[in-house]
């Protein structure tokens, strides 16, 4: 009786110390639990900066004086564009990749939300980049817009003459405008009137977009005010202090300031 006594307590030691071991298991399986990986929703990342002649040095505004071509002072108090239709390409093997054509953004130097655009491209190796400068014709004329494309944004005229697709501000002693103020608003969506540019981008020299999965590439692009005033055409703040309407002039600031943009880096995670 005694030895079968002797045997139940012994199962029964064992018993429990089973349990107790399946109970710890259990717990270090619950503690080792991973977390889902999150997705990111985007793997390049386009940042803007305003420069005036000098890539290497942010423009400021109103506060410092800059000169132009024409050795014509001025400050800066309104510094932005309309950009869409962007385009990541590999040369060497004709490969294009569209980032949502139809997707406006408006770059506003004076908001600095609006200087980081957050994209999604295919993981590959790209040489160039390439955009639409300003608002395509058919959206110009497409009743009220949302988004960037909101006339509360300050960048819309009317239905006839469309969207200002670009436009630069500020005060200049030379200027005829009350107060010394200079403004260029440049539009026009028609045949005869457009201003809106296909901007490509060369990479610095040897330097390339090298998508890997799961990494993110940053590409940062300077948009240089100093261009708007010269090259092809001369545009003296002394001569025009305003240009507000569709036309020939307007196009002619529009041939200056399609090569404003530089890419100046490449950042490859």
């Known amino acids: ?3 079968n006594l002797r045997y139940i307590t012994r199962y029964a030691s064992i018993l429990i110390l089973f349990l107790l071991f399946i109970a710890v298991v259990v717990s270090c399986q619950k ?15 386009l ?5 005036v002649q000098y890539d290497s040095v942010e423009m400021k505004f109103d506060t410092v ?15 932005k564009f309309y950009i869409h239709g962007i385009e990541l390409i590999n040369t060497d093997s004709n490969k294009t990749y569209p980032v949502g054509f139809k997707k406006y953004f408006l770059i506003d130097f004076a908001d600095t939300n609006s200087l980081k655009l957050k994209l999604t491209v295919l993981p590959y190796k790209y040489n160039r980049i390439a955009f639409m400068l300003g608002v395509d014709s058919s959206d110009n004329v497409s009743g009220a817009q949302t988004g960037a494309l909101d006339p509360a944004k ?13 436009k ?7 200027s005829s405008g009350p107060a010394n103020v200079f403004q260029y608003h440049i539009g ?69 300031y399609s090569k404003m943009f530089t890419v100046v880096e490449i950042i490859n995670d």
Not at 47 to 51: A, C, L, Q, S, T
Not at 168 to 174: A, F, I, R
């Open 188 to 256: 026009g969506f028609t045949q005869a009137e457009s201003v809106i540019k296909r901007i490509t981008l060369l990479f610095p020299f040897g330097e390339s977009v090298d998508m890997q999965p799961g990494s993110t590439t940053e590409i940062n692009i300077t948009a240089d005010a100093y261009d708007w005033f010269n090259s092809p055409h001369d545009i003296r703040i002394t001569t025009h202090s305003g240009i507000m309407s569709t036309g020939a002039l307007a196009q002619q600031v529009a041939e200056n």
């Open 1 to 3: 009786m005694q030895r």
């Open 65 to 79: 004086t800059y000169k132009n071509f024409f050795k014509e002072p001025f400050t800066v108090s309104a510094f």
């Open 154 to 166: 300050g960048m819309f005229w009317e239905w006839k003459t469309g969207y200002v697709m670009a």
């Open 47 to 51: 940042r803007f900066k305003p420069v």
């Open 168 to 174: 630069l501000e500020g005060k200049s002693p030379v």
């Open 31 to 45: 503690e080792i639990k991973f977390a889902p990986e999150e997705q990111a929703d985007h793997n390049v990342v």
